[in-house]
C-alpha cells in the first residue's frame, strides 16, 4: 500500500485511544475545561455510565461564537501560548474537544459575558457542522452522546454502567479536592446525587472539601502535613497508622494543582508508612507538592495523569521526611519490625542488646528466649527493659526438661507473661503445635514440643479460625447474627455507601445486616456473633474496600471467601488480650484441626517453630 496521509478524523480518532479510554477519561476532560474557564459552579450529568450522555455545564467564560469552530479543531488551544515547560492551566494540549467528536456526537453551547447571545456548534463522528445561534446563560454546556459509536472496538471494552459510573465519580472528586472553591454536582438516573457545595481557597475550606469528598470523620483521624524543601513545598493530611484502608484508592496527589497519579509519590508514601503499617493496609492521604512548573513535567502522557520530575530525590526525600516527621510528632513510632530484623536477632552476636544474665554457657534456654525472641519480635520494648534472669538453670535436655522458674519470679515478672501453668502431660507434648507454656508481649503463645519451641502469633491464628469457621456456616447457610441495641451508624463516602448497599444480601449472609441511611451513610444493625465485640465501624470500611476492589470481576464465590477474610480478621483475638492456658491450649489443638491454619487469610504465618537442636546451634554447642 502506498503512503497516504491519514484523514483529520483518523488522526482524532487514533489520539482518542489514547486520551479518551472511558466516559471517565471525557468526564474529565470537560471539567478540567470548565476550571481553566475560571468556573465557580460545574455540574455534570451522565446517563448510561456515561456512554450514553454526558453533560458538563460550567459559568465560565465562554467561548466566543467566532472561536467555537476552533475550539473542536485538532492542535487548537487558548492555553499554551509559548512555554512548553511553563503549564499552568490543566489543559494545553488542544485535542480533547476533537478528539471527543470524532468518536461520539459532541455539542459545545456557550456564552461570553460580553457575548449578547448564546451559539452552538456540533461535531458528530469527526463530521463538524456550521456555528448556529443559541440560547444559553453565560458558562459553556458541552454534550457528548453516543460515546465510541464510531469506534466500537472500543466500545466493547466497557466494564458495564455501574463500573462506569463509578470511575466517573472517582474523577469528579479527585479533581474537586484540589478546587475547593468551585462547586460540583454530578447527578443522573444511573448514579446516586455527588454534591460538593462550595467551601474555600484556605487550609479550613481545604480540609472541608476533602471531608466532604472522603467522608466527616477523616479530618478527625489525620494529621497535617506542612514542609519545604529546595523551593518544592508539600501540604495536605495523612490518616493516622490506625486509620487505614485495605487499598490504595483513598490516596490523593496533585501537583501544582493537578491530579496525578504518580507511582513516585505512591512508593514515597508507602515507604513513609512501612515501619507503621502492616503491608496490606495503605493510608488514606491527600497529598499537594507545589514546585517551579518548569521542573516538573506534565507532558508525558496524553491523559496528563503522569508527571516526571527533574529532581524526583528531592520530591521522595520530601515527602517520606515530612510524613514520617509528622507521624514522629504525633508520638507515632514503629510499632512492627520485619522479618529481616528477627533474623537478624535470632543469629549468634547480632543482637544488639546484650544479655546481662550470667556469662556464656550459664545461660539457660529461656534465658535465650528472651533475650533473642523478644528482641526479634519487639526490639524497642526489649531494649528498653534489659532483662535480668536470675539464676539460671541449664536444662539437661531442653524445654521439655525445664522447670517453669524463670517464667513467674524476678524482675522480669511482668503482665504479659502468664504464670503458674501446670506441667504438660506427654500427650500434649506430642501434639503438633505442643503445650502452651506462656503468652508474652500480649499475643504470642509460646509452646513447647518434645523437641521444638513453637511461637503462635495469636492473633493471625484466630483469625485464620474464625475464616475457615465463617465460610462454614456459610455453606450451611447458618451464619448466626446478634442485634446490635442501638443500630451503629457509618459515614462514609457516597460510593462506598452505595456499594455496600447494593450488596446488603450478600453480607446479610454472613449475619452483617445494615441498610442506607441516608446519602453518605449506612446503618448497622445486626453483626455475626462470631465476630463477638467489634469494631463495626472499621469492619464496614473495611468491606467497602474489599467490595470497591473486586466489584466487576469476581464470582460470587471469589466474593464470599474475600469477605469472610475481611471479616474474620475483625473477629479475631486481637493481641493484647490475655488468655488463660486452657484458652491457649484449646487454640493450638484447633488449629491443629483446621486445614491450611499454618498462615493467616494473608498468607503471614501464624506460627514458626525453632527445633531445639537449631537453638543449640545458635549457642555454638553443636
Ligand atoms: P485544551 O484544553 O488542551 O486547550 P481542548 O480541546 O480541551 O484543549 O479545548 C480547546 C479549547 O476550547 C480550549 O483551549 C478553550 O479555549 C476552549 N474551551 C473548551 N472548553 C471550554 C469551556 N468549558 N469554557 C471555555 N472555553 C473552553
Ligand atoms: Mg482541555
Do not use: W
Not at 485 to 490: A, F, G, M, Q, S
Not at 583 to 607: D, F, I, K, V, W
Amino acid at each position: 500500500m502506498p503512503i497516504r496521509q491519514l484523514s483529520e478524523t483518523m488522526i482524532n480518532q487514533i489520539a482518542a485511544g489514547e486520551v479518551i479510554e472511558r466516559p471517565a477519561s471525557v468526564v474529565k476532560e470537560l471539567v478540567e475545561n470548565a476550571l481553566d474557564a475560571g468556573a465557580s459552579r460545574v455540574e455534570v450529568v451522565t446517563a448510561g455510565g456515561g456512554l450514553n450522555l454526558i453533560r458538563v455545564t460550567d459559568d465560565g467564560s465562554g467561548i466566543p461564537e467566532q472561536e467555537l469552530a476552533l475550539a473542536v479543531a485538532r492542535h487548537c488551544t487558548s492555553k499554551l501560548s509559548h512555554d512548553i515547560h511553563d503549564i499552568r492551566s490543566l489543559g494545553f494540549r488542544g485535542e480533547a474537544l476533537p478528539s471527543i467528536g470524532s468518536v461520539a456526537r459532541l455539542s459545545i453551547r456557550s456564552r461570553t459575558a460580553g457575548g449578547d447571545s448564546a451559539a452552538e456548534i456540533g461535531i458528530d463522528g469527526g463530521r463538524v457542522s456550521a456555528v448556529k445561534p443559541a440560547a444559553a446563560n453565560r458558562g459553556t454546556t458541552v454534550e457528548v452522546r453516543d460515546l465510541f459509536f464510531a469506534t466500537p472496538a472500543r466500545l466493547k471494552f466497557m466494564k458495564g454502567e455501574r463500573a462506569e459510573s463509578s470511575a466517573t465519580s472517582d474523577v469528579v472528586k479527585r479533581i474537586a479536592i484540589a478546587f475547593p472553591a468551585v462547586r460540583f454536582t454530578l447527578t443522573g438516573a444511573d448514579r446516586s446525587t455527588l454534591e460538593l457545595p462550595a467551601t474555600s481557597d484556605t487550609p479550613e475550606g481545604r480540609l472541608a472539601r476533602v471531608a466532604q469528598v472522603m467522608g466527616k470523620d477523616f479530618p478527625d483521624n489525620a494529621i497535617a502535613i506542612d514542609a519545604a524543601r529546595e523551593g518544592v513545598h508539600l501540604a495536605g493530611h495523612v490518616s493516622i497508622p490506625s486509620y487505614t484502608r485495605a487499598n490504595a484508592l483513598q490516596q490523593y496527589a496533585y501537583v501544582n494543582g493537578r491530579p496525578v497519579r504518580d507511582k513516585l509519590i505512591a512508593g514515597a508514601i508507602r515507604g513513609a508508612f512501612a515501619d507503621v503499617l502492616p503491608r496490606d493496609r495503605h493510608a488514606v492521604t491527600v497529598l499537594f507538592l507545589s514546585l517551579d512548573p518548569s521542573t516538573v513535567d506534565v507532558n508525558v502522557h496524553p491523559a496528563k495523569a503522569d508527571v516526571r520530575f527533574r529532581d524526583p530525590g528531592l520530591v521522595r526525600g520530601l515527602i517520606v521526611g515530612a510524613i514520617r516527621e509528622a507521624l514522629a510528632a504525633a508520638g507515632i513510632r514503629a510499632a512492627t519490625t520485619g522479618a529481616a530484623g528477627m533474623m537478624a536477632a535470632f543469629r549468634p552476636g547480632a543482637t544488639p542488646y546484650a544479655h546481662p544474665g550470667p556469662a556464656n554457657g550459664h545461660r539457660s534456654y529461656e534465658a535465650a528466649y528472651y533475650a533473642s525472641g523478644s528482641g526479634g519480635f519487639d526490639p524497642l520494648r526489649s531494649a528498653q527493659r534489659p532483662l535480668e534472669m536470675g539464676e539460671a538453670r541449664a536444662p539437661r535436655n531442653g524445654f521439655a526438661e525445664s522447670d517453669q522458674a524463670a517464667f513467674d519470679t524476678g524482675p522480669l515478672a511482668s503482665a504479659d507473661v502468664r504464670a503458674g501453668m501446670a506441667e504438660p502431660t506427654e500427650a500434649l507434648l506430642g501434639m503438633v503445635l505442643g503445650a502452651a507454656r506462656a503468652q508474652v508481649h500480649e499475643n504470642y503463645i509460646v509452646a513447647q514440643t518434645r523437641d521444638s519451641l513453637v511461637i503462635v502469633d495469636q492473633h493471625a491464628a484466630h483469625e485464620r479460625l474464625v475464616y475457615e469457621a465463617l465460610k462454614n456456616a456459610l455453606h450451611s447457610r447458618a451464619v448466626p447474627s446478634q442485634m446490635l441495641l442501638l443500630p451503629e451508624i457509618v459515614d462514609l463516602p457516597e460510593e462506598d455507601a452505595e456499594r455496600l448497599a447494593m450488596h446488603s444480601e450478600t453480607l446479610a449472609r454472613f449475619g452483617l445486616g445494615l441498610e442506607r441511611f441516608g446519602p453518605g451513610a449506612v446503618a448497622v444493625r445486626e453483626t455475626p456473633s462470631m465476630l463477638g465485640e467489634t469494631n463495626v465501624q472499621q469492619l464496614v470500611r473495611d468491606l467497602a474496600d474489599e467490595i470497591a476492589d473486586n466489584d466487576t470481576v469476581e464470582t460470587l464465590k471469589e466474593r464470599l471467601d474475600r469477605i469472610a477474610a475481611t471479616m474474620a480478621c475483625h473477629g479475631s483475638v486481637r493481641s493484647g488480650r490475655l488468655l488463660k492456658a486452657e484458652e491457649m491450649n484449646a487454640l493450638l489443638r484447633q488449629m491443629e484441626a483446621t486445614p491450611g491454619s499454618g498462615t493467616c487469610n494473608h498468607g503471614r504465618p501464624t506460627y514458626i517453630e525453632l527445633k531445639l537442636a537449631d537453638i543449640e546451634r545458635l549457642f555454638g554447642r553443636r
